[in-house]
């Protein structure tokens, strides 16, 4: 068990302790005042007692709440639930030094009896009013920590916490005037504030001991049903159990358009930034059907005809494969308007994966060339979602490019990081290219599931080279990824890093349980996942599908460049040192370090610019095949080397020019795996 569910508990108990000794104390006043209409020694001694369990709950309650924001839940300060649940409890600790240092101070001189007590009357409206406060007031505590969110403002449960209150004032003052009559001790009370000996056949005594039990029941009851809400809580925050989600919606007609300048669309991967506000909203988006002729493989030069979507009225995007990432909050109303427009040829839909409707949507969607449609539904559950054209043969129109990612935030924000991005990994069925390059859609291929493409974001090239991911040591990036499929399962991991968290399936909602130091997660056709990453040392880190044949030969395959200063106590290679000594250049003067990446016919740099007379040390990191680089002009070759492995060579850039450097394996420089040396004076 974690310390949060420790804390967790902590709290349950303490709310337990607090609610239930304020209770017992009320029922112990209010019984002992209807058997005699007074309060004997014995029975203020018992609400002493109640009272120092009180403030025992109060204790618990707060230092466990302290601990549960400090691990992260410091979000809840800006909740209007827990704004009024804090203000409450404020109150309660005030009443409560009010009772135990004005009330029954005052309580005990007017059952004494030795002197009379002046302003009887006033005083005692107000012990009967602390007491309506109090009930009141730890009843709303405990139901304001089981709702835990309300779509209502803090001036709204206030108002209610008071209309509570008022009604509890009502009944104390008809208590007050049944129950209370002051006057002197009973002889019995005397005796026993004279002497330290108990008659144990007295009857106070015996009413005393009763009462006793009875505080220790009830305690024990209101233990038992507080933590009876609160341990399905805790299991379902630890993953031991499935609830349905609890979550209050505001009625459709009383939710507003979300602000104009909150942003809902970007294109992968980039996404929208998080959805922080309290209230739930109507998100108003626009797509437009894209049919286009458009490049998967830049390499080859390979082209296939794609169906997709963009945001509407953007006419510099031409292909929409993948279509724009779709970004709400829980509890969201999505109204999504689809037009297909008029110059494409086929019909068209959408169904979303986040959608609890009839198709996701798809029927009500489906839009004929120049048609328009709209649908409304509300975003039930947190987490990545894909979305997919579903018309007519829905494995073609999902291999021809028609996917998408839609993000519902939790209510409670996940942690804030440096960089958030969206990655779709996508399968595309095509035969041979033609002589102008493109390739048609091929239906066997698709029912034998063998993609000739896998892709991540639509193109081959759509995270790496220019395109390539960007952070700095010490940054923290979470990455959405949906596996659109529409066959395979997706083996994502991040070479030369780990997954420092993973949310399962990408369901966000606060009771999922997470993985840490995850090093690949496993992501089913049409599902999603969210992970984070540290980078920790510079350099690359490849994002790939481990099935590494999808990889190096069809496309899946993604860099994080990461920029900053060493880290060698994490990572070092031979000679470095954690203080910096062992300099493994020795005497020879300043030189340059370069890195690249070999994978199945490609370097992860195209070109690389030095100055003339310039000493360079360039090393091959091989991440899948045997590899070398070899620069003919320079003199300049490496030891070929397997995957995992490293080879470095260290020349002088001795004369100006552009020279090639490739690979010398097999056919891997026809293939395509080369890039270009410039030497500038």
């Not at 949507?361 to 054209?389: D, I, N, Q, S």
């Not at 049409?526 to 690359?540: I, K, R, S």
């Amino acid at each position: 068990m974690d310390l949060y569910s420790i804390a967790f508990i902590l709290h349950i108990l303490g709310i337990a302790l607090g609610a239930g000794g304020a209770f017992t104390s009320d029922a112990l006043f209010l019984f002992s005042l209807r058997d005699d209409k007074k309060l004997s020694a014995t029975e203020l001694r018992l609400l002493h007692i109640a009272g120092r369990v009180v403030w025992t709950g109060l204790a618990l309650l707060f230092a466990s709440g302290l601990v549960l924001l400090w691990l992260g839940d410091w979000s809840l300060l800006g909740s209007s639930v827990f704004q009024a649940k804090m203000t409450i409890v404020v109150l309660i600790v005030l009443n409560g030094l009010a009772f135990h240092r004005v009330h029954l101070p005052f309580l005990e001189r007017v059952f004494a009896g030795t002197k009379a007590v002046p302003d009887i009357a006033r005083r005692s409206l107000m012990v009967f009013l602390s007491g309506a406060l109090s009930s009141a007031s730890w009843i709303s505590v405990i139901v304001l920590g089981y709702l835990r969110v309300m779509p209502w403002s803090y001036t709204a449960i206030m108002g209610v916490y008071l209309l509570v209150v008022a009604a509890a004032v009502p009944g104390a003052l008809v208590v007050k005037r049944l129950l209370f009559v002051p006057g002197a001790a009973l002889e019995r009370t005397d005796r026993m504030n004279r002497t330290d000996r108990v008659d144990r056949s007295d009857r106070t005594y015996v009413v005393g001991r009763w009462r006793m039990r009875f505080i220790t029941a009830l305690i024990g009851l209101l233990v038992a049903i507080v933590l009876a809400g609160g341990v399905p809580l805790l299991r379902n925050r630890m993953g031991e159990d499935e609830y349905p989600a609890s979550m209050t919606l505001t009625p459709k007609a009383e939710l507003p358009v979300a602000d104009v300048g909150e942003v809902h669309l970007a294109y992968a991967p980039d996404v929208p930034p998080p959805i922080v506000r309290d209230e739930q909203r109507i998100v108003d988006v626009h797509f437009e059907i894209l049919e286009a002729v458009c490049e998967i493989d830049p390499k080859t030069g390979t082209k296939t005809e794609t169906w997709g979507y963009r945001i509407a009225g953007d006419s510099e995007v031409r292909c929409g494969a993948p279509g724009p990432v779709l970004r709400a909050r829980v509890g969201d109303m999505l109204r999504i308007t689809l037009t297909n427009l008029l110059e494409n040829r086929e019909p068209h839909n959408i169904d979303f994966h986040a959608v609890t409707g009839p198709g996701g949507g798809a029927k009500a969607l489906t839009v004929a060339p120049g048609e328009t449609a709209t649908v409304e539904a509300r975003m039930l559950y947190p987490g990545v979602f894909m979305y997919h054209c579903a018309y007519g043969d829905p494995p073609m129109h999902v291999t021809y490019g028609m996917v998408g990612m839609v993000i519902v935030d939790p209510e409670t924000p996940l942690p804030s990081v440096e960089h958030e991005w969206a990655v779709m990994q996508s399968e595309w069925y095509l035969g041979e290219p033609d002589a102008e390059g493109i390739a048609q859609w091929d239906r066997d291929a698709v029912l034998a599931e063998e993609p000739r493409f896998i892709t991540f974001n639509g193109r081959t090239d759509a995270l790496t080279d220019e395109h390539a991911l960007t952070m700095r040591t010490g940054e923290r990036a979470r990455i959405y990824f949906a596996n659109q499929g529409m066959n395979l399962a997706a083996n994502f991991h991040a070479i030369g890093s780990h997954w420092d968290v993973v949310y399962p399936e990408g369901a966000t909602s606060p009771g999922n349980p997470v993985i840490r130091g995850s090093q690949t997660t496993l992501v089913a056709a049409g599902g999603g996942t969210v992970v984070e990453l540290v980078a920790q040392v510079p350099g690359n880190i490849i994002l790939v599908d481990h099935a590494l044949s999808r990889t190096f030969y069809k496309g899946a395959i993604g860099i994080i460049t990461v920029d900053g200063p060493d880290n060698l106590e994490i990572f070092a290679t031979s000679g470095e040192t954690a203080d910096g000594s062992g300099d493994a250049h020795g005497d020879a003067g300043p030189v340059r370090e370069m890195t690249i990446d070999a994978g199945s016919y490609f370097y992860s740099m195209d070109e690389i610019r030095v100055r003339k007379g310039e000493r360079v040390r360039l090393t091959i990191n091989n991440v899948g095949g045997t590899h070398d680089l070899v620069i003919d002009e320079l003199g300049v070759k490496t030891n070929r080397i397997e995957t995992g492995e490293k080879a470095s060579v260290e020349f002088t850039a001795g004369r100006a020019g552009s020279f090639v450097y490739y690979c010398s394996v097999g056919d891997h420089r026809l293939r395509g795996q080369w890039g270009t040396l410039i030497v500038e004076e």
